[in-house]
């Protein structure tokens, strides 16, 4: 009987240090892993002899079902096999105590030493599993070690709370705390019109959740069961003016009506429109198109420089970095004034300071050119028509500064200051020539003839009007000379200029009366001017 009795004893021994030697099952609750293998196959047992099944690319995330020996049963894309262990990153995740004083032990056994005991609800970080033991870390006692995988959960069981309704933040800002006390840990902050969920209150708070799932305590004075009017920011009128309507038609009534970089508030959007609140109260719809969140720039109206050059600077100071320059009577847009400085835009977007002792509002005179006269006398209007009164008048040559233009009109500044219109086709941008008085000749009478074909002008200039045409060896009388020119005078007593260099004196014919033409008789008169129809047989030229 002893025998037997010792013989079972020492079977049963056995039995339990070789059950001890078996591979834990993992039957606790799942855990993801990445697959550090850069291809891994997955056999369908636990043997490298099995049949491979699928393979899986490094970085994939796997479900680890159990644990087996070296190896681990997964799950992938609706796919279970078995692939090795060590080619498996465990994935932490954070898991919750399903119950209060659960022990964290030294090791995977529930026979170990416990480091600490954490309340139902208390947060760890898993980092590895082992069988059906997990290993874990608690923050806030800085210890690492074992529990059992079936203790943890990973949705927080203190969520699960009362509901008592949906509230909203009414504070700029609201802290959610660990506990209910200002001198808790802040979870995280909420903003205004923020939802939470409450679950719970004590005294003056409340212990909430937040829809990102944030559970915590804040102060039931900056939470309402009301929820505030959504504030989407501020928004500018674009358009010259805009109307505000009680529904989103442009059917629908005008509530009223707001001018150009009026402030609205945005408190809603329906499609492309938007429901906002005037300065004045007044809540309706506008468009979208004519709303913008850029704050408009302020436009103090359109200034002129009156400096030859102007710097335009960084900062409202003469040390300051000039950013461009602009010349004399470019305008700029004045944004702003501080002391004697102004922010201006110029015409090409540059923004800056200027001195406000070199800008004007006064638009300066447009400058078309000078302009001369060419009519003996040319009337000054006060408006550019003929009925108009005559401001003054001027005289050929003068020269006047053309402002502008207005069909055949001209706005003009003559040399005294006076401002008015003229008839355009009296006035030229051609420089009269200065003609000088000639200079008297010998009172001798000087007879010369041409050795060329040449030109009579009507003044010494060869740009001038050309009077006649005068063939080689044609007699003229000489009256004057100026410059390179000669005053010279026909036979048939047309007089102009002609070039100096053209002319000779005709030894031939000098000390001589010359009848030049004086005809026959009958219908035979003799030559007759072109112009003044003089017949030439009633001149005689004596050549000295």
Same mark, same amino acid.
């Given at each position: 009987?002893?025998?037997?009795?010792?013989?079972?004893?020492?079977?049963?021994?056995?039995l339990?240090?070789?059950?001890?030697?078996?591979?834990e099952?993992?039957?606790?609750a799942?855990?993801?892993?990445?697959?550090?293998?850069?291809?891994l196959?997955?056999?369908s047992?636990?043997?490298?002899?099995?049949?491979?099944?699928?393979k899986?690319?490094?970085?994939?995330?796997v479900?680890?079902?159990?644990?087996?020996?070296?190896?681990?049963?997964?799950?992938?894309?609706k796919?279970?096999?078995?692939?090795? %262990?060590?080619y498996?990153?465990?994935?932490n995740?954070?898991?919750y105590?399903?119950?209060n004083?659960l022990?964290?032990?030294?090791?995977?056994?529930?026979s170990?030493?416990?480091?600490?005991?954490?309340k139902?609800g208390?947060?760890?970080?898993?980092?590895?599993?082992?069988?059906s033991?997990?290993?874990?870390?608690?923050?806030?006692k800085?210890?690492?070690?074992?529990?059992?995988?079936s203790?943890l959960?990973?949705?927080?069981?203190?969520?699960?709370?009362?509901?008592?309704?949906?509230?909203?933040?009414?504070?700029?800002s609201?802290?959610?705390r660990?506990?209910?006390?200002?001198?808790?840990?802040?979870?995280?902050t909420?903003?205004?019109?923020?939802?939470?969920?409450?679950?719970?209150?004590?005294g003056?708070?409340?212990?909430?959740?937040?829809s990102s799932?944030? #559970?915590?305590?804040?102060?039931?004075?900056?939470?309402?069961?009301?929820?505030?009017i959504?504030?989407?920011?501020?928004?500018? #009128?674009?358009?010259?003016?805009l109307t505000?309507r009680?529904?989103? %038609?442009?059917k629908s009534?005008?509530?009223?009506t707001?001018?150009?970089?009026?402030?609205?508030?945005?408190?809603?959007?329906?499609? %492309?429109?938007?429901?906002?609140?005037?300065?004045?109260?007044? #809540?309706?719809?506008?468009?979208l198109?004519?709303?913008?969140?850029?704050?408009?720039?302020?436009n103090?109206?359109?200034?002129?420089?009156?400096?030859?050059?102007?710097?335009?600077r960084?900062?409202?100071?003469?040390?300051a970095?000039?950013?461009?320059?602009?010349?004399?009577?470019?305008s700029?847009t004045?944004?702003?004034?501080?002391?004697?400085?102004?922010?201006?835009k110029?015409?090409?977007?540059?923004?800056?300071?200027v001195?406000?002792?070199?800008?004007?509002?006064k638009?300066?005179?447009?400058n078309?050119?000078?302009?001369y006269?060419?009519?003996?006398s040319?009337?000054?209007?006060?408006?550019?028509n003929?009925?108009?009164?005559?401001?003054?008048?001027?005289?050929?040559n003068a020269a006047?500064?053309l402002?502008?233009?207005?069909g055949?009109?001209?706005?003009?500044?003559?040399?005294?200051?006076?401002?008015?219109?003229?008839?355009?086709k009296?006035?030229?941008t051609?420089?009269?020539?200065?003609?000088k008085?000639?200079?008297p000749?010998?009172?001798?009478?000087?007879y010369?003839?041409?050795?060329?074909?040449?030109?009579?002008?009507q003044?010494?200039?060869?740009?001038?009007?050309?009077?006649?045409?005068?063939v080689?060896?044609?007699?003229?009388?000489?009256?004057?000379t100026?410059?390179?020119?000669?005053?010279?005078?026909?036979?048939?007593?047309q007089?102009?200029?002609?070039?100096?260099?053209?002319?000779?004196?005709?030894?031939?014919?000098?000390?001589?009366?010359?009848?030049?033409d004086?005809?026959?008789?009958?219908?035979?008169?003799g030559?007759?001017?072109?112009?003044?129809?003089t017949k030439?047989?009633?001149m005689?030229?004596?050549v000295?």
């Open positions: 009987m002893g025998k037997y009795f010792i013989k079972a004893a020492s079977l049963l021994i056995l339990s240090f070789i059950i001890s030697l078996l591979p099952k993992a039957d606790a799942s855990f993801t892993s990445k697959v550090n293998a850069d291809v196959n997955v056999r047992k636990a043997t490298t002899k099995s049949s491979v099944i699928g899986i690319k490094k970085g994939k995330v479900t680890v079902q159990s644990e087996q020996n070296n190896w681990s049963k997964i799950t992938y894309d796919k279970t096999g078995w692939v090795m %262990s060590k498996l990153t465990y994935s995740w954070t898991g105590a399903k119950a004083n022990s964290i032990k030294k090791t995977a056994s529930s170990a030493k416990s480091l600490a005991t954490i139902v208390t947060a760890v970080t898993v980092k590895g599993q082992k069988g033991w997990v290993n874990v870390y608690y923050s806030s800085k210890v690492t070690g074992w529990v059992s995988a203790s959960t990973k949705t927080n069981p203190e969520n699960v709370n009362a509901n008592l309704g949906t509230y909203y933040v009414t504070a700029t609201l802290n959610v660990a506990t209910a006390s200002t001198k808790a840990k802040v979870i995280t909420m903003k205004k019109n923020a939802s939470l969920t409450l679950q719970q209150k004590s003056s708070w409340g212990k909430i959740k937040t799932g944030k #559970v915590g305590w804040v102060s039931l004075t900056y939470i309402s069961t009301k929820k505030s959504a504030n989407l920011g501020t928004y500018y #009128v674009t358009a010259s003016s505000v009680e529904k989103v %038609s442009t009534k005008a509530i009223t707001v001018k150009k970089n009026a402030a609205l508030t945005l408190q809603q959007k329906s499609g %492309s429109w938007g429901k906002v609140k005037t300065s004045n109260g007044k #809540v309706g719809w506008v468009s198109t004519y709303i913008s969140i850029k704050k408009p720039v302020a103090l109206g359109t200034y002129y420089v009156t400096a030859t050059s102007l710097n335009v960084e900062k409202a100071n003469t040390k970095k000039v950013i461009t320059t602009v010349k004399k009577n470019a700029v004045l944004q702003q004034k501080s002391g004697t400085w102004g922010k201006v110029t015409s090409n977007s540059k923004v800056g300071w001195s406000l002792s070199y800008l004007s509002t638009k300066p005179a447009v078309l050119g000078t302009y006269v060419t009519a003996s040319l009337n000054v209007r006060e408006k550019a003929t009925s108009s009164k005559v401001i003054t008048t001027v005289k050929k006047l500064t402002q502008q233009k207005s055949t009109w001209g706005k003009v500044k003559t040399s005294n200051g006076s401002i008015g219109w003229v008839a355009m009296h006035i030229s051609k420089k009269p020539v200065n003609t008085t000639p200079q000749v010998s009172n001798k009478t000087e010369l003839v041409t050795n060329a074909n040449t030109s009579l002008y003044n010494a200039d060869s740009k001038s009007t050309v009077l006649a045409s005068v080689k060896n044609s007699s003229v009388m000489k009256l004057n100026n410059g390179s020119f000669t005053q010279v005078k026909l036979t048939y007593g007089i102009g200029w002609i070039t100096s260099k053209t002319l000779i004196v005709s030894k031939s014919v000098r000390g001589k009366v010359i009848v030049i004086p005809g026959h008789g009958g219908s035979d008169s030559a007759i001017g072109v112009k003044l129809k030439e047989k009633n005689l030229y004596t000295n």
